[in-house]
């Protein structure tokens, strides 16, 4: 039995073709072996027998055709596609950056070895936005930290009359938007909880970052808030030389 793509499968390739410029990738193209391994190894099919040869770079190249034909701009003549290939088409499209974040943050999360369940047709059946109950969602499900000491390290920071700034690079949501971004900061974990395990957690363990400087601990290879504020630092050093 061949697993039905799941919407995080189908993000991910529809993400390889538009880095391709919207042309069907090759099953010998290096990048459909990678991803082809990448799904191969990942987690999202768990408790179902797959074949051996589940998602291989032929089954890559023949989605990313299907989606190509199935984009409402293509006019040649089109494959017999899935039934979302069309909708994540459309979605890649319209919101292209946030299709492709969220394509990274999958991507990111297969790599570090989550072990996730599946998500195919039960996530399409209200409306396409339903889609979002992919890996992203159940990552902030699975992977919620205790609330309580995210607003004990705020709270610690602002007692000892430090500001509420990120710690890579300096940005204050309250300077920068007024009463709206007042007392708002994301809190970072310096050891990700999926490297980590099941551990206790003190205030130490914890950082505070904007949102771009914690996207960029995570992206790609995990790196500490302190190589951040490096990354930093050595562009300004580099901006103003």
């Not at 701009?73 to 459309?90: F, L, M």
Request: contains cysteine; proline residues 5%; hydrophobic residues 40%.
């Amino acid at each position: 039995m061949v697993a039905n793509w799941t919407y995080d499968e189908l993000i991910l390739a529809a993400d390889l073709l538009a880095q391709n410029g919207w042309v069907g990738v090759r099953a010998t193209n290096p990048v459909a072996v990678k991803l082809s391994n990448l799904l191969r190894d990942g987690q999202l099919h768990p408790g179902e027998s797959l074949p051996e040869n589940f998602r291989s770079p032929s089954s890559i190249q023949r989605k990313t055709y299907d989606i190509m034909t199935a984009d409402p701009s293509y006019s040649g003549k089109p494959t017999r596609h899935g039934p979302y290939d069309e909708q994540i088409a459309v979605a890649f499209r319209e919101r292209p950056d946030e299709m492709k974040a969220r394509a990274a943050a999958i991507r990111a999360a297969l790599e570090s070895g989550e072990a996730l369940p599946g998500n195919s047709d039960e996530f399409w059946l209200d409306d396409v936005t339903a889609g979002e109950g992919g890996i992203l969602e159940y990552l902030a499900r699975k992977r919620e930290r205790d609330r309580g000491i995210r607003a004990d390290k705020i709270r610690a920071v602002q007692l000892a009359g430090g500001a509420l700034s990120c710690e890579a690079c300096g940005f204050d949501f309250g300077a920068v938007y007024g009463e709206r971004g007042a007392g708002y900061v994301e809190v970072h974990h310096v050891v990700p909880l999926h490297v980590s395990g099941p551990t206790t957690t003190s205030l130490s363990d914890l950082a505070l970052l904007c949102a771009n400087c914690h996207r960029m601990c995570h992206r790609g290879a995990l790196i500490t808030p302190v190589e951040v504020r490096q990354l930093v630092e050595s562009m300004h050093k580099t901006a103003n030389a």
